[in-house]
């Protein structure tokens, strides 16, 4: 899906860490006429350690390209981040790239967005609206190896639940379902979906129902919680946004369930990486959010100055997902904590 221009242009920024500070001139896109920098916003979907690493890259970014950026965390309803985007429109921004909480119903802002500034998206896309881009990963491929995840932790087959914020983001409907068909061994579809509420199964493995939380840890402990007391035979939970594995793991301790019940996760909350050290969770699919970050605020300034040929073919840009286990646990955390400033 990227040019061959993009994967150069990548090189030269040097994939955004170690690079060197840049400077800025009036007409580089940097600032206006009256020496004023430009301005972008870098808006989340909810408030979670995911984006306290994205705001690290795009505070790299801003610095890189002398621009203003700030990152803005919405409390993780539609609501929520609707009237932060009016916020930013108000105040007249240069550009927003934004992870979209339901896309199916906020076209009304999207189109705001798309004639009013800059409009790009990260980390969940907005199909069918006026976005110029994507940068993310492939959901629905990263779903796939979080599956395979759960059948290296679970060969002879497991009896699981699927946690989640909710699947009405593109990244969370298209996580879910390559979860599903990697266990069900079916083909390669991301248009697929099979209900929330359904049963879903084959002669290994069987997922019980998927529990949406909407960004409400208390509601998140009270999901694993009854899923533990209504299924007596589950041996297996999956945790798909950053901020679900930790609560397992203090569910499942609280509950004297350690080592009976497998947990995989997403994202790299720390405490879950060290879970992973201890052999509490068996293993993790990661983004990049520090990437997610770096390569957003850089692109919103490219196209602030006129370059469109920084928009790759297919108008997405891929930050492949990686595996992470007690194999390579250690190297991931410390480069982690290096992009942190740990």
Known sequence: MQSRFWIVWLGLVCLGAGCPSGTSTPGDGATDKSGKKSHFAFVTNCVADFWVVAQKGVEQAAQDHGVEAEVIMPSGDASSQKQKVED?????????????????????????????????????????????????????QAGRMCGELIKAAKPQGAKLCLFIGNIDQDNSKKRRQG????????????????????????EKYTIYDTRTDNADRSKAKELIQDAMTRYANLDCVVGLFEYNPPIHMDAIKEAGKQGQIAIIAFDENEQML??????????TIVQNPYEYGYQAITMLHELKKGNRDIIPEGKEVNIPARKITKENVGEFIEDLHKKLGK
């Not at 199909?127 to 990963?137: A, E, N, Q």
């Not at 060290?274 to 293993?283: E, R, S």
């Open 179 to 202: 979860v599903i068909d990697e266990l069900m061994d079916r083909t390669y579809d991301p248009q697929r979906f099979d209900p929330a509420t359904e049963v879903i199964k084959n």
């Open 88 to 140: 930013l429109l108000s105040r007249g921004v240069d550009g927003i790239s934004i992870s979209p909480v339901d896309p199916q119903n906020q076209g009304q802002m999207f189109t705001a967005l798309s004639q009013n500034t800059i409009f790009i998206t990260h980390d969940s896309d907005a199909p069918g609206s006026d976005r110029l881009c994507y940068i993310g990963m492939d959901n629905y």
């Open 274 to 283: 060290k879970g992973i050290q201890d052999g509490q969770v068996y293993g």
